[in-house]
């Protein structure tokens, strides 16, 4: 029988709708690093890109969460218009420089982050076959590295050469560039979506709850997620402040943690599909960033060049690595017709990691440094390691 949507979405209509989602997310990333890549030349203190980024994720949760039916009334690409202009707009107050304006330049930065995920979702299930879906929605997760290193590496650079408020001007006009695409794809995608159906709350953590093995990757998720917004924000003022790099030598090693991250998503879950070991994968991923973050935290400055680089890449390797095989571990394990539902559950453990953190890294630095805020971050990411070492095996009897 004959697909009767083949004539209407055709397989090379999958590449152009996947560029575009991989560019929203990476735009997306790119804005969200701005502010830490760019602070030791702009004055911005770890406090205040702590600030920052829980605004970002305060407003990115229930964006996210109630964003579905939002999606199927307008469209996932109009949806990616919509956050491309949250991010002109957070840019424009970053720019401005004081406290205030960067608190307000997180809130709306988190209506971009919030729905940009759910938009690409429901748009690229649309278009591709199930046999292919998990790696092209890996090659999508791969936005949020893509935008990482650009910024990395050109945006100090740029803060250098012209001043911060440049940085924030060029990721705006990126985002204005990428508006004029999403618009200009929009109509070829056009199609009626399904509303997703309403979550209740309490539901999805029962999911969680009843199976050991999902909450210990609920749990676990809390400090990986913590360890990879920590590396994403406040990796360049550790380099300069601690490990004696210089504003664009710390740039290069985020840049090689990012790349390692890239890396790390696609390479991660071939290694995981080819040894059909997930759950190994994901402990081996943990130990792996306890020990980066422990050795940069507390020896880091002593290491030479080469090898804080090397140390940076297998940081991010490991703490920007492990989504796509945490996600797949939850669609493995979940009700297969609750796999939705119990992922945004295991989710919210994430996201409260990712609000955590920022604060938890503020407070330790004002007491002890980042160095030590780092070695308390290797700590909680090896109780999560410990977690998922007790909740379960990865083959289990049928």
């Not at 490990?243 to 879950?269: D, F, N, S, T, Y």
């Not at 080819?274 to 081996?284: E, F, G, Q, S, T």
């Not at 955590?356 to 805020?373: E, M, R, T």
């Not at 390691?385 to 990865?394: E, F, K, Q, R, Y």
Request: hydrophobic content about 60%; charged content about 10%.
């Amino acid at each position: 029988m004959v697909d009767g949507n083949t004539a209407i979405r055709p397989a090379p209509a999958l590449l152009p709708a996947l560029g575009a989602m991989t560019a929203l997310q990476a735009l997306v990333a790119l804005a969200l690093f701005a502010p830490g890549v760019v602070a030791p030349r702009a004055h911005i203190e770890v406090w205040q890109l702590s600030m920052f980024s829980c605004a970002v994720f305060a407003v990115g949760i229930p964006a996210s969460f109630w964003g579905g039916g939002f999606i199927a009334r307008v469209g996932s690409l109009r949806i990616a218009s919509l956050c491309a202009a949250a991010i002109v707009v957070s840019m424009a107050l970053a720019s401005l420089g004081s406290s205030a304006a960067l608190l307000a330049a997180g809130l709306c930065l988190g209506l971009a982050m919030g729905p940009e995920t759910p938009a690409s979702a429901a748009l690229l299930a649309r278009l591709v076959t199930a046999e292919r879906r998990a790696f092209v929605f890996s090659v999508r997760q791969t936005g949020n590295q893509i935008g990482a290193v650009c910024g990395s590496l050109a945006l100090p650079a740029i803060a250098i050469a012209f001043g911060p408020a440049w940085c924030y001007a060029a990721v705006a006009a990126l985002a204005l560039f990428a508006i004029a695409l999403f618009e200009w794809l929009r109509p070829a995608y056009a199609g009626k979506l399904v509303p997703p159906p309403k979550l209740d709350l309490r539901a999805r953590l029962a999911l969680v709850t009843a199976d050991r093995r999902i909450a210990m990757l609920a749990l676990a998720s809390m400090p990986f997620s913590a360890m990879q917004v920590s590396l994403n924000t406040v990796f360049v003022t550790l380099g300069t402040r601690e490990l004696g790099l210089g504003h664009i030598e710390a740039g290069m090693a985020l840049a090689c943690a990012q790349a390692g991250g890239l890396v790390g998503r696609l390479g991660w879950g071939y290694v995981a599909m080819r040894l059909d070991a997930p759950r190994a994968v994901l402990i081996v991923i943990g130990l792996g960033m306890a020990f980066c973050a422990a050795l940069l935290g507390l020896d880091g400055g002593s290491l030479s060049r080469t090898w804080q680089f090397a140390v940076a890449a297998l940081f991010g390797l490991t703490a920007s690595g492990w989504n796509g095989v945490f996600i797949a571990e939850i669609a493995r394990l979940a009700p297969q017709d609750r796999i939705g539902e119990t992922t945004g559950a295991v989710l919210t453990a994430s996201y409260a990691g990712l609000l955590a953190a920022p604060a938890v890294v503020s407070i330790l630095d004002g007491v002890a440094g980042l160095g030590a805020a780092f070695f308390a971050l290797a700590c909680l990411a090896l109780c999560g390691t410990l977690a998922l070492m007790w909740g379960g095996h990865d083959k289990t009897d049928a």
